[in-house]
């Protein structure tokens, strides 16, 4: 990759990487450990044209953040577990009326203020289910600071071109953690925009679907009509509750995202040969997996490994794949036990499926990880 090299923290490579993405606003209420996301993009936001704007709290912010996406600006808010919880109603009404947003999760110790200087990773589950109804969830889990630079990119991406918010899920480690990475060139990594409409005012639809499952999206200010409402809609944006609208409404929402997995699933497969133990992990947890993953390939345990980039929409065949091959899979997570429910639902009683878990506000370290793999070899 070609670029400038810097020495950054993870929560500077989001804001670098959303403005390399094309983000122009930022609505957000500091709160640890995501504060540094609003502070470098409070500074570098109005040097480029940009708005940062520091709400009231969170919900506020995160209303914010659909009304600039609306005039047409690609828009961010970061935030930790309590104020992610805020955000839901919200979340959900980006989800009925299709605006497109980025919501960077931070992290850290719960329920309540919990810990907030300790890493989790105890908001998976929220980030699927946390607002109420059927919706489509989108979430990224990067596991460095490069990466977290590549997704966040990848984030905007996803967010404009399916129309939904798309939630990027740190922690306070990689959050905090200071590593080399390479800013790409202009022009290296594909930059999307959402879909805009090609027929004029007077024949704008706001949520026509005659030409495609994700409908073009007009800018507030620029002659469109549009009506927004959190309110089942037809396709003028007003209001319905006719079954026979309703249903494939909800149905194309979902749709938008299971017929796409081809460009939103991402997930790192190491396969060894023999191996009768698997593990997926994630984020930063499957940084101390790899740590104990070559310590007991060096003891003669050979483990498959699957990291999923992509948690929201899960890796699915991935997981099926790994549980055919393997009798038991271990899944480490900063947490009591969240995603662990996912692989056993994947597994299918073909895999035994055990955790390795922590809450306490430390990292799940190798020797916790190797400890576990001697104990099913």
């Known amino acids: 990759m070609k670029g400038r090299d810097v020495f950054y923290q993870g929560n500077e490579a989001v804001a670098e990487a959303a403005l390399y993405a094309g983000c122009r606003f930022f609505a957000g209420y500091p709160i640890t450990p995501s504060t540094e996301v609003a502070e470098f993009l409070s500074r570098r936001l109005p040097m480029i044209g940009g708005s940062f704007i520091q709400m009231e709290d969170e919900i506020s912010a995160m209303a914010a953040v659909i009304g600039a996406s609306l005039v047409g600006k690609k828009s961010l808010t970061a935030t930790s577990g309590p104020g992610y919880s805020l955000k839901m109603e919200n979340i959900g009404f980006a989800c009925m009326t299709e605006v497109p947003c980025v919501v960077v999760n931070v992290m850290r110790g719960g329920p309540s203020t919990g810990l907030p200087t300790g890493p989790s990773q ?121 079954p026979e609208l309703v249903q494939p409404e909800e149905e194309r929402l979902l749709a938008k995202i299971t017929s796409n997995l081809s460009f939103i699933e991402k997930y790192e497969d190491v396969r060894r040969e023999g191996a009768r133990v698997g593990m997926i992990s994630y984020g930063s947890s499957a940084r101390s997996c790899k740590s104990a993953l070559s310590e007991a390939l060096s003891e003669g345990i050979p483990v498959d490994f699957l990291r999923p980039v992509t948690l929201w929409p899960f890796p699915e065949r991935a997981a099926r794949e790994m549980a055919d091959r393997v009798d038991v899979i271990i899944v480490p997570e900063m947490n009591l036990g969240q995603m662990i429910l996912e692989v056993e639902r994947c597994a299918g009683g073909r895999a035994e499926v055990v955790g390795v878990n922590r809450a306490d506000g430390d990292p799940i370290t190798p020797a916790q990880i190797l400890q576990r793999i001697r104990e099913v070899a």
């Open 122 to 242: 105890a908001d998976v589950m929220q980030a699927r289910w946390g607002t109420h109804g059927d919706h489509p969830a989108v979430a990224l889990a990067p596991s460095s600071v490069q990466e977290i630079f590549t997704e966040t990119v990848r984030a905007f991406n996803l967010s404009e071109r399916l129309r939904t918010p798309v939630s990027l899920l740190t922690d306070e480690i990689i959050g905090h953690m200071r590593e080399k990475i390479t800013i790409p060139e202009e022009g290296e990594l594909e930059i999307w925009d959402r879909p805009r409409p090609e027929v004029p005012p007077e024949d704008y639809r706001p949520y026509d679907t005659s030409k495609g499952i994700i409908p073009p999206m007009a800018d507030f200010g620029m002659g469109y009509r549009w009506h927004v409402t959190g309110l089942n809609h037809d396709q003028t944006g007003f209001p319905t509750n006719k």
